[in-house]
């Protein structure tokens, strides 16, 4: 039986969780170990996990519009500001993210790429702080606060998802077959 396009949300919606959440673990990880790879990786972790978490919403959107959630409407709007909030917190982390660790990998193409060693000797002259590598720890602080506030939008918004489809059975046969008997004639 093929998937059909209001049945993508709960498909794709595990992957951003599953990468934003491991992205935070490897951040975390990275803080103890001092290894700018492992940064990196949390980097592209993270970078996959926003545009998931994009895909998520939506999915959910078009999942939403094809089901009768009358029933639990405030549980959707709940589910679905927290979902943006959620979203807007590791963007916005992500463009953090970049601003710093954009200088060092334009550094690393200077040779092949004589444009971008300018734009990373630019990007250090504004922000000189990242040259060294050695982050200003209120920097850091600051990331690992939206990290954990990213974290707990993540599992609240998972968390009212789950009653919706656990407890209400929206998206589950049952509930499309009652709400198709409810439906006027």
């Known amino acids: 039986m093929p998937i059909r396009l209001v049945e993508l949300h709960p498909i794709i919606v595990h992957f951003p969780i599953a990468l934003l959440t491991i992205s935070v673990i490897l951040d975390v990880i990275a803080l103890f170990i001092r290894r700018w790879n492992v940064v990196y990786a949390a980097t592209w972790l993270l970078f996959f996990g926003v545009i998931g978490a994009l895909a998520a919403g939506l999915t959910g959107q078009i999942s939403e519009s094809h089901a009768n959630t009358s029933a639990v409407a405030a549980i959707l709007s ?18 953090v993210r970049l601003m710093v660790l954009a200088p060092h990998i334009l550094e690393a193409y200077r040779a092949q790429i004589p444009l971008a060693g300018k734009i990373g000797d630019t990007l250090y002259a504004i922000f000189p ?26 599992t609240l918004t998972g968390y009212y998802g789950g009653v919706m489809v656990y407890e209400h059975g929206v998206g589950t046969q049952a509930f499309i077959h009652a709400a198709h008997l409810l439906l006027p004639q």
Not at 78 to 95: S, Y
């Open 129 to 154: 702080r990242v040259r060294s590598k050695n982050l200003p720890v209120f920097l850091i602080v600051v990331y690992f606060i939206g990290s954990i506030i990213g974290l707990v939008l993540l």
């Open 78 to 95: 709940l589910h679905k500001t927290l979902g943006f909030a959620t979203g807007f917190v590791f963007a916005l982390l992500l463009l």
